[in-house]
């Protein structure tokens, strides 16, 4: 996700704060959304069987996890943020680290090799030209988010756990699955703008792909000293009430099953956060690049409210679909 350096990574989080998508209360609305909607019914119960906690808890772990160094995979992030303090226990930190080692270096990317493989399962980068995501345009991978939800549903059904991924279990599988459906559903973590020296925004998937005009999911664009990435983390108090607003629980019933079989629901989601999700660069304007290939932007006015919009919206629509799919799984 946010922190790009695979050494630095975890101190990043600390730094700029911007490593979990909605940031770790966002994640946790999205779980308590899909808790309350199976609340009392058999997907519930298989659930809390399989986590011994609730969905809530669980969204966070893939977050918690890349407080394990890759190189020596040990967990590292001890008393760094409360939502991790239920996992900082030797049997859990066992878990999380068992978890990277098997994931951090079995894959590669046409496009982001430097990263560890378990932290490109939360995103991927489609080109704001798109209109629909398209596996092979640039941004995309075998590895990325779309894919990581599409092999932890095949987890949790049973069936073999597809390459690159190495997931052992169905609560490793369920613990991913609760958080990557959050990430899918944050603009920045799928639909990315590509952007020239000069600060003019390109197509990535006109040839030659040049590589610096990335944006790493706006982890390159600053709003001052502030990542745009960061921006689209933070959510507002309103939107990660403890239980969900009744408000936000009326959007998320609201919001139908996803057509077709469940292995591509993930790219349809994709989709739709890509075609919703362009606003999110709607307006924007871009400076030069500095000698790390970052760009100072300007936002256009009324930024603040279109961004808690859109999150309100994808806020409801992840925690719906997580309870939909473990339902359909579970029914």
Request: include cysteine; glycine fraction near 8%; charged fraction near 20%.
């Amino acid at each position: 996700m946010s922190a790009r350096l695979c050494a630095l990574a975890f101190a990043c989080t600390v730094a700029c704060g911007s490593t979990f998508a909605y940031g770790p209360n966002g994640h946790m609305e999205v779980g308590a959304i899909a808790d309350a909607m199976i609340a009392g019914t058999p997907t519930a119960t298989q659930v809390r069987k399989i986590l011994g906690s609730t969905l809530r808890t669980a969204s966070v772990w893939a977050d918690c996890a890349k407080g394990v160094s890759p190189t020596t995979f040990k967990y590292g992030g001890e008393g760094r943020y409360a939502e991790c303090a239920i996992y900082e226990n030797a049997a859990s930190e066992r878990q999380m680290e068992a978890f990277v080692r098997r994931n951090v270096g079995n894959c590669t990317s046409r496009f982001n090799n430097t990263e560890p493989c378990h932290k490109q399962y939360h995103y991927t980068d489609v080109a704001v030209q798109r209109v629909a995501y398209e596996k092979g345009k640039v941004g995309t991978t075998d590895q990325d988010v779309v894919s990581a939800i599409a092999a932890t549903i095949a987890v949790l059904q049973g069936k073999p756990c597809p390459p690159p991924f190495d997931i052992t279990s169905k609560k490793e599988a369920l613990r991913l699955l609760s958080h990557y459906v959050g990430d899918i559903h944050q603009p920045l973590h799928v639909v990315a703008v590509y952007v020239d020296a000069t600060g003019k925004v390109v197509d990535p998937d006109e040839d030659p792909f040049d590589a610096d005009t990335e944006t790493h999911g706006g982890n390159d664009l600053l709003i001052g000293s502030k990542k745009l990435h960061g921006e689209w983390d933070t959510v507002a108090s309103s939107l990660a009430s403890q239980p969900p607003s009744a408000a936000l629980m009326t959007l998320a019933r609201a919001v139908p099953v996803t057509a077709g079989d469940m292995s591509g629901w993930s790219t349809a989601w994709a989709t739709e956060t890509l075609t919703d999700g362009k606003v999110a660069f709607d307006g924007v304007t871009y400076a030069a690049a500095d000698a790390h290939h970052h760009h100072g932007v300007t936002l256009p006015a009324g930024y603040s409210k279109l961004k808690t919009d859109v999150q309100r919206k994808e806020i409801a629509r992840a925690g719906a679909r997580l309870a939909q799919v473990l339902t359909a799984i579970w029914h």
